[in-house]
């Protein structure tokens, strides 16, 4: 059974830090494109972050540049999303997807596999 599975998500101070995990079963990691997603109450899903495994680059959205950083692990299949300096607007369900390459390097278009999410709060 194909699956991809977050954890790592909680409660955390502003400022904090916290490293998401996104393990799968059922297939190996190594040929995908894995993007990082969230979702807030009442807001539209947003994109956070990919990691190529064609060449190992990465993107980032502004809203997360320069405070995330994602990686890779294919020895574990597992691909982690750090987070520091987290702000409260950071609160959301974070959710892992397989997404698209386009020639090396991943897009966060054409997600096939989803996780189940984890909750992150950031409030004092």
């Known amino acids: 059974q194909v699956q991809l599975v977050e954890s790592g998500g909680g409660l955390v101070q502003p400022g904090g830090s916290l490293r998401l995990s996104c393990a799968a079963s059922?297939?190996?990691?190594?040929?995908?494109?894995i993007g990082w997603f969230r979702q807030a109450p009442g807001k539209e899903r947003e994109g956070l972050s990919c990691?190529?495994?064609?060449?190992?680059?990465?993107y980032y959205a502004d809203s997360v540049k320069g405070r995330f950083t994602i990686s890779r692990d294919n020895a574990k299949n597992t691909v982690y999303l750090q987070m520091n300096s987290l702000k409260p607007e950071d609160t959301a369900v974070y959710y892992c997807?397989?997404?698209?390459?386009?020639?090396?390097?991943?897009?966060?278009?054409?997600?096939?596999?989803w996780g189940q999410g984890t909750q992150v709060t950031v409030s004092s």
């Open positions: 059922g297939f190996t990691l190594d040929t995908y494109a």
């Open positions: 990691i190529s495994s064609r060449d190992g680059s990465t």
């Open positions: 997807a397989t997404v698209a390459h386009f020639q090396a390097r991943c897009v966060l278009d054409y997600q096939s596999y």
